[in-house]
């Protein structure tokens, strides 16, 4: 049974960073792409980054780009975001997922499993 737990969220002033962490298990981690999302409330689900199954080619959403940083460490079955500079627009819950597909896809769609999310909440 694949399962994606999300770690690494919290309350943090605007400016500060945060770590969130994604394990996963029940899956040959190697094979999938990996991608966060985010859903804020009365917003619809967006795309926020992701990252091929071998780590060489990461994809971000224009507005965290130079702020956020997605990689994964295959020894330990885990995708990270590191997040910094962030502002109160990023305050949401975040998602990870997994996806099948050989190109990285940036909707919901294109991936196969999903954890359950992690609140991210930054104050002005």
């Known amino acids: 049974q694949v399962q994606l737990v999300e770690s690494g969220g919290g309350l943090v002033q605007a400016g500060d960073s945060l770590r969130l962490s994604c394990a996963a298990s029940?899956?040959?981690?190697?094979?999938?792409?990996m991608g966060w999302f985010r859903q804020a409330p009365g917003k619809e689900r967006e795309f926020v980054a992701a990252?091929?199954?071998?780590?060489?080619?990461?994809y971000y959403l224009d507005s965290v780009k130079g702020r956020f940083t997605i990689s994964r460490e295959a020894a330990k079955n885990t995708v990270f975001l590191q997040m910094n500079s962030l502002k109160p627009e990023d305050s949401a819950v975040y998602y990870c997922?997994?996806?099948?597909?050989?190109?990285?896809?940036?909707?919901?769609?294109?991936?196969?499993?999903w954890g359950r999310g992690t609140q991210v909440t930054v104050s002005a």
């Open positions: 990252i091929s199954r071998n780590g060489g080619s990461t």
């Open positions: 029940g899956v040959a981690f190697s094979v999938y792409g």
């Open positions: 997922a997994l996806t099948s597909r050989r190109e990285i896809g940036k909707t919901g769609p294109d991936y196969n499993y």
